[in-house]
């Protein structure tokens, strides 16, 4: 992906809010149907991770394993957002 499209949609992920949330639970096998199915219909969709989601290794791990999950492009990941695009 170029540079000028990944800014633009580092800058749509801005005004988006939120689709899905990453609980306690983590990166669940229902969170990544809920996550596909949203990817499909919008393209650009914004992941919230809680801060009672159990994640050793971080957020970026997370972001690793929605990435690995649905095939998707990490757009972003910033602070508890990660932004995945397809």
Not at 33 to 61: C, F, P
């Amino acid at each position: 992906m170029d540079k000028e499209k990944l800014y633009k949609l580092r800058s749509e992920a801005t005004h988006i809010k939120p689709i899905v949330n990453v609980g306690k639970s983590g990166v669940t096998d229902q969170l990544i149907v809920e996550l596909k199915k949203h990817i499909k219909e919008r393209h650009l969709v914004k992941v919230k991770v809680l801060k009672s989601a159990s994640y050793e290794d971080g957020i970026d791990a997370i972001a690793e394993a929605l990435v690995e999950a649905t095939k998707a492009t990490l757009i972003d990941v910033r602070g508890t957002s990660v932004v995945l695009y397809r």
